[in-house]
């Protein structure tokens, strides 16, 4: 196994707050939210970007992401959601495993930036509750 951040939390050697998972993906609340419910989306195995995976594991991803998408419109009120997905180093990607960020918006924050509003007050694990309910 290479030695991955993500692959360290699929193998649960670092936790992670899960927020929904098929056999192939898992996705978790990422640990420097830009926003409130902010999810990775990650294949269980090693793949570092959508260069080195088959066209059915990343129909699968999007198929999570999706998923993810509603619950963030569901359960936590998002008036949109914004998919991010970096590939390579030249594109910004930092972590060299493959991950869909899934970034619930709000109407009352501004579109152009992120907002530094109160939710970074709250708890990932409380987040996480309330995400997954529903
Ligand atoms: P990037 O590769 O630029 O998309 O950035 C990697 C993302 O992974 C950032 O948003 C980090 O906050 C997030 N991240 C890094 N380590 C962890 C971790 N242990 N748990 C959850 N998210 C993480
Ligand atoms: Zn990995």
């Keep these: 196994m290479p030695d991955c951040i993500f692959c360290k939390i699929i193998e649960g ?3 992670s707050e899960k927020i929904y998972e ?3 993906v898992y996705c978790f609340l990422d640990a420097n939210p830009l926003g409130k419910g902010h999810t990775l989306c990650i294949p269980k195995k090693h793949h570092q970007n959508v260069f080195e995976m088959d066209a059915d594991l990343a129909a699968k991803l999007i198929k999570a992401s999706k ?3 509603q619950m963030q419109k569901d359960n936590l009120g998002a008036d949109g959601v914004d998919f991010l997905q970096y590939n390579g ?3 910004g990607q930092e972590v060299m495993h493959y991950h869909m ?3 619930p918006r ?3 924050d501004s579109v152009d930036a992120w907002p530094e509003t ?4 709250e708890s990932l694990e409380a987040t996480a509750k309330k ?3 529903g």
């Design 101 to 103: 960020h899934i970034l």
């Design 131 to 133: 995400l997954r309910s």
């Design 89 to 91: 180093r030249a594109g």
């Design 22 to 24: 098929t056999e192939e």
């Design 67 to 69: 998923k993810v998408a």
């Design 106 to 108: 709000f109407e009352e």
């Design 118 to 121: 109160a939710y970074k007050k």
């Design 13 to 15: 050697e670092l936790p």
